[in-house]
């Protein structure tokens, strides 16, 4: 049984509600300068981390004492909740419907917790869509390196978590490794970017929300559609047409993934979880080849034939992405006190 977190936000906090359905003020005021600014501040820390390849923003989620609160919010957005929710909203400009009904439709998807989660998340990642595209132009093989090390390191977190490794399970990791090396390698300038391949590449990324130690980013990364997404992003905040386009679709990608396929792959979790990590280590550093600083005209991993001072830093960018995931993977199990809340009850 894993220790229960003791941080306020693992429990639904209900809001101070007085006469005629209305906040209490003063209490409500406590409760957005405090708390909400607090998670405010962690949605930044996994948004900055959902962002980076390699970095799991569920890794970031466990650190700071969310990820089963997280979890259980996913699951409260199903679409009977979101139409409560809207017909609450638009009964504001109804009379006679107490705004008591509002407030409890909202507790009911836990919006206080996951708007202000929300904003810090997406705010981190607009900045980054600003930043990272200019680095992975100028600096690409340092930038894979770093995002080597810091995938190669993130897969120990999958691996730890197979309680058995026997023949079985050996057997998955090397057959999804060479699977993942293999799709990998069919990369290339014409792979899909096509609104039904973003939307696909954006379902298939969110689920990895629900899997500390495996990055969004990264599977965008090994879908060959990182780089696009980012610059689509940053295009689209300056009101550019097709990529509003792009980047609406690729939301819709991800709440159609945490709607459904993150609940399929938590029932997984739960009732398969030899098969699914040892999948993920697979497929993780099968899906290295994507990220290594060195690579052939044909897109092979090799070692360079001279060495200069890109190659040396590429290595150095290496070791620090290494460390950094090694510091994260300290401090959250630190915090957990080696629980693994992943086999938690989720439902």
Sequence with gaps: MARQTTTKFMETRPLPIGPKGKIMKQDFDDLSKRDMATLVGKGLLMGGADVIP??????????????????????????????????????????????????????????????????????????????????????????NGFFFGLILMSTWVPYKLLERKGVREWISIAFFLILAFFLVGLQDANTPKGLLA???????????????????????KAMGQYEYILTNLHDALALNGGAMVTIICFLVGIVVGITTFARVLSWLLKNKPALTFSALVGLMLGA????????????????????????????????????????????????????????????
């Design 54 to 143: 390699g970095v799991s923003g569920g890794t970031v989620a466990l650190i700071v004492g969310i990820y089963q609160r997280l979890i259980n919010a996913i699951k409260l957005w199903s679409p009977t909740t979101v139409i409560n929710l809207l017909k609450n909203i638009s009964g504001l400009w109804q009379s006679g419907t107490p705004r008591q009904n509002l407030i409890r439709a909202l507790q009911d998807v836990d919006f206080f917790f996951v708007a202000p989660l929300g904003a810090g998340v997406a705010s981190a990642i607009v900045v980054a869509s600003k930043i990272i595209p200019k680095l992975l132009q100028t600096y690409p093989a340092q930038m």
């Design 198 to 220: 973003i939307f696909c590449a954006g379902a298939i990324a969110i689920c990895a929300m629900i899997l500390p130690g495996v990055s969004g980013s990264y599977l965008l």
């Design 288 to 347: 290295l080849r994507s990220v290594w600083p060195f690579q052939t005209a044909q897109k092979m991993p090799a070692m360079p034939a001279q060495w200069g001072a890109t190659e040396i830093q590429s290595l150095v960018a290496m070791g620090i992405g290494m460390c950094l995931v090694g510091l994260l993977l300290y401090v959250g199990q630190k915090s957990e006190n080696h629980s693994s809340p992943i086999h938690e009850n989720n439902s």
